[in-house]
């Protein structure tokens, strides 16, 4: 089955760039979307098809996807930004969503 | 605006079944497929498998001689039943709607979760 890799944890200042990658065997290929998830809630799509926003997602949430590294960027980091993101595609060998392990970020 | 509400007990013993269902409003029931997913205390995302109106389902390897999916498309209704559970099925389980394109699906909506504590 696909595998996809997240660092565990990413921290950034206030007002800095936080930039959050997701590896996968040439996930290029492959769409990729992006969940936060803060404490206690549950996930919130941030970005899908690798670099889409949906209605309501601040435009300093973009995402990129190339070679075998995905990767979600968000700009101007707010206290309010800390969360659990994931990374997720859809395996076309089983039909089936594959989420990353998630990435925890601080912002300190 | 879609809302999706899960539903169902919060202990259920080791060996039996849980049952959770959820009740979508504010969508197209019938146009779209239906995901469960769940999530241990701490730990990451696990999707269990997917059901469509056609009634048709794919579950996850590692799950699925346990899981059974339905829907009611006359109650906006789906529903997730996980036999012979043991303590390692404990954990907050979501549903959601999937949103099926080309190249693969991915959940635009999800509703607030609801915690599934396997215990005598």
């Known amino acids: 089955s696909y595998v996809l890799t997240q660092p565990p944890s990413v921290s950034v200042a206030p007002g800095q760039t936080a930039r959050i990658t997701c590896g996968g065997n040439n996930i290029r290929s492959k769409n990729v979307h992006w969940y936060q998830q803060q404490p206690g809630q549950a996930p919130v799509l941030v970005v899908y098809?690798?670099?889409d926003r949906p209605s309501g997602i601040p435009e300093r949430f973009s995402g990129s996807n190339s070679g075998n590294t995905a990767t979600l960027t968000i700009t101007r980091v707010e206290a309010g930004d800390e969360a659990d993101f994931y990374c997720?595609?859809?395996?076309?060998?089983?039909?089936?969503?594959?989420f990353g392990g998630g990435t925890k970020l601080t912002v300190l | 605006q879609v809302q999706l509400q899960e539903s169902g007990p919060g202990l259920v013993k080791p060996s039996e079944t849980l049952s959770l269902t959820c009740t979508v409003s504010?969508?197209?029931?019938?146009?779209?497929?239906w995901s469960w997913i769940r999530q241990p205390a701490g730990k990451g995302l696990e999707y269990i498998g997917r059901?469509?109106?056609?009634?048709?389902?794919n579950y996850d390897p590692s799950l699925k001689s346990r899981v059974t999916m339905s829907v009611d498309t006359s109650k906006n209704q789906f529903s997730l039943k996980l036999s012979s559970v043991t303590a390692a099925d404990t954990a907050v389980y979501y549903c959601a709607r999937v949103k099926a394109e080309d190249y693969g699906d991915y959940l635009d909506y999800w509703g607030q979760g609801t915690l599934v504590t396997v215990s005598s």
């Open positions: 997720q595609v859809w395996d076309s060998s089983s039909d089936l969503v594959v």
């Open positions: 098809d690798d670099s």
């Open positions: 059901i469509c109106t056609s009634g048709s389902t």
């Open positions: 504010g969508s197209s029931f019938s146009s779209y497929c």
